[in-house]
């Protein structure tokens, strides 16, 4: 496997992370996922503008441009020959001696990799379980931190429950999932948290709106409570892994017969048209 390094492209047994670096240390730094579908990275310029932002409000200041990053992924895509899977990029605060304060000369190092393929499709079919979790992380979940101590707790909990996620609520309202963001259906109205400090603003979940909006779907951006969430006709999650994933049961309450639901549907397809069509040059050249 061929691993991006601060710019070069290089193999993955040569790769080194010091041990003094700061997102080794302290989870200093901040990442991405991105999907790629027959070679093509989806929405990857939305990907790196939030990889930008992320950095930004904590203070890491990258040296390239985004265009630039774009096309040396573009190329570690095809140093290694990838055609479906993930990408991961992080970047850290730079390496120094421990210390929580950090002297603004440090320089970024910034790693990226691809991920294996994932095959989600039977469970989008199917739907998936969730269970609920209180959401006990910061007050900064807009910013895409390496920091993912609760959300990990939570995943692990959900994952040893047997379900797929945890679905978090902060003072009884429903945030987000643990990787993921929350959507539910009511009288075919579909809700969903507003993209403040509370939840991260998945690229998914934007791109489903833009979907809603270009078919004229209703949605409301409002938060909505625990009863609301166990009371819905439908609910499914959205991320850059699971696209959109119907959530058939919440803590052991079934929703729509147990099976994805038709609005849920309806945004599934809706989802992979544009999936298609925006990874299509690959597909016909291949
Ligand atoms: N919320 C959290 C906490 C996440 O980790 C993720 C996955 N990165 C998401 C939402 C969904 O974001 P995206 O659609 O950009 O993958």
Same mark, same amino acid.
């Given at each position: 496997?061929?691993?991006?390094?601060?710019?070069?492209?290089? &193999?993955?047994?040569?790769?080194?992370?010091?041990?003094?670096?700061?997102?080794?240390?302290?989870?200093?730094?901040?990442?991405?996922?991105?999907?790629?579908?027959?070679?093509?990275? !989806?929405? *990857?310029?939305?990907?790196?503008?939030?990889?930008?932002?992320?950095?930004?409000?904590?203070?890491?200041? *990258?040296?390239?441009?985004?265009?630039? #990053?774009? &096309?040396?992924?573009?190329?570690?895509?095809?140093?290694?020959?990838? /055609?479906?899977?993930?990408?991961?990029?992080?970047?850290?605060?730079?390496?120094?001696?421990?210390?929580?304060?950090?002297?603004?000369?440090?320089?970024?190092?910034?790693?990226?990799?691809?991920?294996?393929?994932?095959?989600?499709?039977?469970?989008?079919?199917?739907?998936?379980?969730?269970?609920?979790?209180?959401?006990?992380?910061?007050?900064?979940?807009?910013? %895409?931190? #390496?920091? *993912?101590?609760?959300?990990?707790?939570?995943?692990?909990?959900?994952?040893?429950?047997?379900?797929?996620?945890?679905? #978090?609520?902060?003072?009884?309202?429903?945030?987000?999932?643990?990787?993921?963001? $929350? !959507?539910?259906? %009511?009288?075919?109205?579909?809700?969903?948290?507003?993209?403040?400090?509370?939840?991260?603003?998945?690229?998914?979940?934007?791109?489903?709106?833009?979907?809603?909006?270009? &078919?004229?779907?209703?949605? %409301? $951006?409002?938060?909505?409570?625990?009863?609301?969430?166990?009371?819905?006709?439908?609910? !499914? #999650? /959205?991320?850059?892994?699971?696209?959109?994933?119907?959530?058939?049961?919440?803590?052991?309450?079934?929703?729509?017969?147990?099976?994805?639901?038709?609005?849920?549907? %309806?945004?599934? /397809?809706?989802?992979?048209?544009?999936?298609?069509?925006?990874?299509?040059?690959?597909?016909?050249?291949?």
């Amino acid at each position: 496997m061929k691993v991006l390094v601060n710019g070069e492209i290089i &193999n993955r047994s040569e790769a080194k992370v010091d041990i003094e670096d700061r997102g080794y240390q302290f989870g200093d730094g901040v990442y991405e996922v991105v999907n790629i579908y027959e070679g093509i990275p !989806f929405t *990857l310029k939305e990907h790196i503008a939030r990889l930008y932002r992320s950095a930004n409000e904590i203070g890491i200041q *990258l040296s390239e441009q985004p265009e630039q #990053l774009c &096309n040396r992924l573009m190329e570690l895509i095809e140093a290694n020959n990838m /055609t479906n899977g993930g990408l991961y990029l992080q970047i850290s605060r730079g390496v120094s001696n421990r210390s929580h304060h950090y002297d603004q000369t440090l320089t970024p190092q910034l790693v990226a990799y691809p991920l294996p393929f994932k095959n989600v499709s039977d469970a989008q079919a199917k739907g998936v379980e969730a269970i609920t979790a209180e959401d006990l992380r910061w007050l900064r979940c807009d910013i %895409k931190s #390496l920091n *993912l101590l609760y959300n990990i707790m939570v995943k692990q909990k959900a994952s040893e429950a047997g379900a797929f996620e945890s679905i #978090l609520i902060r003072d009884g309202i429903v945030t987000e999932g643990s990787s993921s963001n $929350i !959507f539910i259906i %009511k009288d075919g109205i579909l809700l969903t948290h507003p993209a403040n400090n509370l939840i991260l603003n998945g690229i998914t979940r934007t791109k489903l709106l833009e979907i809603m909006d270009a &078919n004229g779907w209703d949605y %409301k $951006i409002q938060p909505f409570q625990k009863e609301d969430l166990m009371k819905a006709d439908e609910v !499914f #999650l /959205t991320s850059t892994t699971s696209e959109v994933m119907p959530i058939i049961k919440v803590d052991g309450v079934t929703f729509s017969q147990a099976k994805p639901g038709p609005f849920t549907r %309806k945004f599934q /397809t809706a989802f992979r048209e544009v999936v298609k069509a925006e990874t299509k040059t690959t597909t016909e050249k291949a």
